[in-house]
């Protein structure tokens, strides 16, 4: 919570089968669970107490307020879409979703992965920051077979050119 409280870190509490209530308080299942992870660690028991206490306080999602864990999944997933919208990195680059081509003329002998490359080489640029001092750690992520490796290996590639 120490990050939430600088804005290093966004927090979506999601209570699943639990409530706010349950989280919070130092004699339920959470509760004991803190206080036996204490014995092991006893500077820690202030800081998941406050931690755990902050996170019962903010409003969160709770499994009881949707009709199935579908709508409720459905709903994390918009919360952090939302968030990454506001706030992708630390470097302000801005957000950018992009979806495929719906042109029907499109040339089909060619994967689609491979149409996306430049695009996504430009995006994957701007995010980048060389004129940073700090290390960036740079995830790529997606489905099997949608061209994270070569996306990787492009970049890498055109980079030491």
């Not at 992965?113 to 700090?134: G, S, W």
């Not at 099997?144 to 980079?159: D, M, V």
Request: proline share 7%; hydrophobic share 35%.
């Amino acid at each position: 919570m120490k990050q939430a409280e600088q804005g290093n870190l966004r927090v979506i509490p999601i209570f699943f089968n639990v409530t706010p209530k349950d989280v919070g308080s130092p004699y339920g299942s959470f509760g004991c669970k803190v206080y036996v992870e204490s014995q092991h660690n006893p500077s820690s028991l202030p800081i998941w107490t406050k931690a755990l206490k902050s996170a019962a306080g903010n409003i969160g999602l709770l499994l009881k307020n949707y009709r199935n864990e579908m709508l409720l999944i459905q709903e994390i997933l918009a919360s952090v879409k939302k968030v990454l919208a506001l706030e992708p990195n630390t470097h302000n680059v801005p957000f950018r979703q992009t979806s495929p081509s719906k042109n029907p003329s499109e040339d089909w002998s060619t994967p689609l992965c491979q149409k996306r490359v430049p695009t996504r080489i430009k995006q994957l640029q701007e995010m980048i920051d060389f004129n940073c001092d700090q290390t960036q750690i740079v995830g790529i992520v997606g489905m099997p077979g949608i061209g994270k490796t070569s996306l990787a290996e492009e970049y890498f590639e055109r980079s030491n050119d």
